[in-house]
């Protein structure tokens, strides 16, 4: 791979003054050359590798996927080509809601009222020949006849099978689905004006689309990746997507983690400190403020926009009550425990935890405002109290470790999406750097920096078949 992207490169440097277009366009395939860190980052190489070695099983994937897409889109083609179209623009806008009524259910001349014949000239032959054909009377032929546009009402359409498959792709990433189904709703016949709910039906093939292609044959390719590395693991202890310094760094922290060593307190001579030791390590305490840090969780979320003066009154006292128990709290096991106190880590988090929330009430007692980011920042510090729960629950504490574990894995992956990024913000760079600022493409989405390309890459999916 370093061969060629070298190789990719040096052409291209001696090909710097050519004029032709194809030239320049190959020259957005500079930007692979951030590629060979993958051959120099261990941890990047196994990831890359592991995911060539489910292409195999994707490729089954894919096949499965296609299949599925080409069933829906058959049956939508059959029943939706050449519907996806209305009459619109500014002139359909400005008739009256009879004109446009009549649009979608145009009648012949002879069936027209004297004021529905005056919506046209007499004597244009456009309009004889319309209303003088054998042929059907459509919204098409009457749309224009107003002089408005007939024109697609959504991007997307079912009017043969590879277009259909494309749209059905896109549903699959959620994005847009629910306007390809209320049109396909409001579809009626070819060359016809869209009737709101005219099909109703058609939404419940949707949503089953939904179910089958979405959450089931589109996270096969999850389940193959997973099964992939699931066997990988077995082969390398579970260490394949890390690299050696990595699996140090992992069997360190296991052992840590697999570690139960109990610290032998020495008990304090003075009488009062020697009580608050034994208060402080006492599990009742533990109990009794696992049950506060409940109860004030349920009391913060219990607030609400518009609520009265004296329910937010309620409040306040009520986060005063709690602040001054995890106050006491804090300062009982200071005084008891002393300096072992401050060799526990999640002690020193509780510590800040009190210390921001004491800062806020005196904050909001003593002259300052409710609102504003100031009292958000301080009454934020409450939340962290939540925390607690996982330093008291072993379950919790379990999660909390494994993705403490997991965190070289995901650096590597990690590392590996923002070089898939920059490459394709590269690219875009090069490709798309002078397009005009448009509807779409704006001040705060194009492509005329890395760094604003790499902002639209990550926000592209929503909508991403627009751009």
Same mark, same amino acid.
């Given at each position: ?202 939404? /419940?093939? *949707? &949503? ?8 089931? +044959?589109? $996270?096969? %390719?999850? =389940? ?124 020193? /988090?509780? *510590? &800040? ?8 009430? +005196?904050? $909001?007692? %003593?002259? =300052? ?99």
């Amino acid at each position: 791979m370093d061969f060629v992207i070298t190789a990719t490169a040096a052409f291209f440097m001696f090909q710097g003054s050519s004029q032709f277009k194809f030239v320049k366009t190959l020259r957005t395939f500079r930007a692979l050359r951030p590629l060979r860190m993958i051959n120099r980052n261990p941890g990047l190489k196994l990831v890359v590798s592991s995911l060539i070695a489910s292409i195999p099983q994707i490729v089954n994937v894919i096949m499965v996927c296609l299949l599925v897409f080409m069933i829906f889109s058959i049956l939508a083609v059959n029943n939706l080509k050449g519907r996806f179209y209305s009459c619109q623009g500014d002139v359909f806008s400005a008739l009256s809601s009879a004109q446009q009524a009549f649009i979608a259910s145009p009648r012949l001349w002879t069936n027209l009222t004297i004021a529905e014949q005056n919506w046209f000239d007499h004597s244009a032959s456009e309009v004889l020949s319309v209303f003088s054909s054998d042929g059907p009377l459509t919204s098409r032929i009457v749309c224009n006849l107003f002089g408005a546009t007939w024109a697609k009402t959504i991007p997307q359409n079912f009017d043969n099978v590879i277009h259909g498959i494309q749209t059905f792709f896109e549903m699959t990433t959620t994005e847009g689905w629910v306007t390809i189904m209320l049109t396909s709703v409001d579809a009626t016949e070819i060359d016809m004006q869209p009737i709101q709910n005219h099909h109703e039906s058609w939404a /419940f093939f *949707f &949503i089953c689309f939904i179910l089958v292609g979405t959450f089931f +044959v589109m $996270q096969l %390719f999850v =389940g193959v990746v997973i099964e992939n590395f699931n066997n990988m693991k077995e082969k390398l202890d579970g260490t394949f997507h890390l690299s050696q310094i990595q699996r140090e760094w992992l069997n360190i922290n296991e052992a840590m983690l697999n570690l139960r060593p109990v610290r032998k307190l020495k008990t304090p001579l003075h009488t009062t400190r020697r009580a608050l030791f034994r208060i402080a390590l006492s599990p009742t305490l533990e109990l009794l403020i696992m049950g506060c840090v409940l109860l004030n969780t349920v009391f913060m979320a219990m607030d609400y926009f518009g609520e009265e003066d004296l329910y937010e009154t309620g409040l306040n006292y009520l986060n005063y009550f709690f602040s001054g128990i995890f106050a006491l709290e804090a300062t009982v096991k200071i005084i008891g425990l002393g300096k072992y106190y401050w060799k526990e880590p999640w002690n020193i /988090f509780d *510590f &800040i935890v009190v210390l921001g929330t004491l800062f806020g009430v +005196v904050y $909001q007692m %003593f002259g =300052g405002s409710s609102v504003g980011t100031a009292a958000s920042t301080v009454r934020s510090f409450r939340v962290g109290r939540l925390f607690r729960l996982v330093h008291s629950a072993p379950s919790l504490r379990q999660l909390f470790n494994t993705l403490l574990i997991t965190l070289p894995s995901l650096a590597n992956i990690g590392g590996l999406l923002f070089l898939i990024f920059f490459i394709y913000a590269a690219m875009g760079v090069q490709l798309f750097a002078k397009i005009k600022f448009g509807e779409l493409i704006t001040s705060t989405a194009n492509f005329q920096s890395l760094l604003a390309a790499m902002v639209t890459l990550v926000r592209t999916f929503d909508p991403y078949f627009i751009f």
